[in-house]
């Protein structure tokens, strides 16, 4: 898991990556890339001083994808918001270290994706997405973007909508809202149910 940028030190994704381990039978990873505490800075999609930056973490990234691929035959990545830059890099043809991929409502802008489209034109696994209907940063736009690309290279892939819910959903959802709490607990099934792929 490659999470959005709260990290490690957001329960929610210790626990569902332990509810991944539990529910799939699988050994769950889930580094932690961010060395300080605390939330991002408020400035972290625009300013590339920053360590969230798309340069700073990469190298770290595939350093550990590398560690993991050495100690297990299959390898699946999921990516939230901000941790799926690195799973666009660890999924592609330059890359390739894992045998599957999970984008979680992603973040592309050019600071973590400089080369979009092209970043998904490499992806070269089997890929699933899971995007919320009230997107603010992956437009619809940037939808069809990806389709149009995937499809050109007949790319094995699915895209599930989630209607009514806001960008974080599957990671930090609203459980005081039902619709987003749902489309929580959809998509935290599916990403264990769909790690059979590899």
């Known amino acids: 898991m490659i999470s959005d940028v709260f990290g490690w030190n957001l329960i929610n994704a210790r626990l569902i990556a332990d509810q991944y381990a539990e529910e799939a039978g699988l050994v769950v990873y889930l580094p932690h890339f961010f060395i300080e505490s605390g939330p991002a800075p408020l400035n972290y999609m625009t300013d590339p001083s920053v360590q969230f930056n798309r340069m700073n973490k990469l190298p770290l990234i595939v350093f550990v994808a590398n560690v993991v691929r050495e100690k297990h035959q299959k390898v699946a990545t999921i990516g939230y918001c901000w941790g799926t830059f690195g799973v666009f890099a660890l999924g592609s043809k ?35 997405f899971l995007l919320a209907g009230n997107e603010e940063i992956f437009t619809p736009d940037k939808v069809a973007q990806t389709k149009e690309s995937l499809d050109k290279k007949g790319a094995d892939y699915t895209i599930i909508e989630f209607p009514g819910v806001e960008h974080g959903f599957s990671l930090r959802g609203n459980e005081k809202n039902e619709t987003e709490k749902a489309a929580t607990i959809k998509s935290k099934t599916m990403l264990s149910h769909g790690s059979s792929v590899t």
């Open 94 to 128: 330059k890359y390739g270290l894992v045998d599957a991929c999970a984008i979680c409502h992603p973040t592309v802008i050019p600071l973590f994706t400089p080369h979009w489209p092209q970043d998904i034109e490499e992806l070269d696994k089997l890929i699933l």
